[in-house]
């Protein structure tokens, strides 16, 4: 069984900054894609950003230059560094850890709220 335990989430005020952690535990394939997804109230889920295994990053248009995505593979943990954030970024965030082995497993954290205010 796997596990995706979230934490860092809360109330800041615009400009300010986050750090979410989220700390996989069970048994996976090593190699994977570990990432951050956010759902605003009356939008769609979205991707923010997410790292491989080997490092490889990928970042929404909206929080380039602002957020930094990393990962310890020792803690089967990733990190979202969120800084200048703006009320716009406010949304539950979703860990997300994606396997591939032929097919696709994606397990999926509680999700915890990040809040900005102006």
């Known amino acids: 069984q796997v596990q995706l335990v979230e934490s860092g989430g809360g109330l800041v005020q615009a400009g300010g900054s986050l750090r979410l952690s989220c700390a996989a535990s069970?048994?996976?394939?090593?190699?994977?894609?570990m990432g951050w997804y956010r759902q605003a109230p009356g939008k769609q889920r979205e991707l923010v950003a997410d790292?491989?295994?080997?490092?490889?990053?990928n970042y929404a248009d909206s929080v380039k230059g602002r957020f930094t995505i990393s990962r310890d593979n020792a803690k089967n943990t990733v990190y979202l560094q969120m800084n200048s954030l703006k009320p716009e970024d406010t949304a539950a965030y979703t860990c997300?850890?994606?396997?591939?082995?032929?097919?696709?497993?994606?397990?999926w954290g509680q999700g915890t709220q990040v809040t900005v205010s102006s």
């Open positions: 069970g048994s996976f394939f090593r190699i994977n894609t």
């Open positions: 997300n850890l994606r396997v591939l082995r032929g097919t696709t497993s994606d397990y």
């Open positions: 790292i491989t295994s080997g490092g490889s990053t």
